[in-house]
Nanobody
């Protein structure tokens, strides 16, 4: 079983940048498809970005395209989410999650990291 731990959240101003990290232990993250999700107060959890095993194929929700970038470092068993041009509506708890390539379900989740963007 893989354990995930997010870091890098914080409180920033609109237009600022943050880089979130998702570090794995227990099993190498290179064996999993990894996604970043977020949940704002009173809202449903939203899938923000996903990266495949190779790192060459990615998905982004429309609202973050051109601003967020997901990437992976197989040697550090870490997946990153670079958040640029942050907006107040990006405020949420951000979670990383992992799934086996043959599964449709993200079965491993981190505890989350808070991102707060003020105008």
């Amino acid at each position: 079983q893989v354990q995930l731990a997010e870091s890098g959240g914080g409180s920033v101003q609109a237009g600022d940048s943050l880089r979130l990290s998702c570090a794995a232990s227990g099993r190498p993250l290179s064996s999993f498809v990894v996604g970043w999700f977020r949940q704002a107060p009173g809202k449903e959890r939203e899938k923000v970005a996903v990266i495949d095993l190779s790192g060459r194929n990615t998905y982004y929700v429309d609202s973050v395209k051109g601003r967020f970038t997901i990437s992976r470092d197989i040697y550090k068993s870490t997946v990153y989410l670079q958040l640029n041009s942050l907006k107040p509506e990006d405020t949420a708890v951000y979670f990383c999650a992992a799934r086996h390539p043959s599964s449709s379900d993200f079965g491993a989740w981190g505890q989350g990291t808070q991102v707060t963007v003020s105008s």
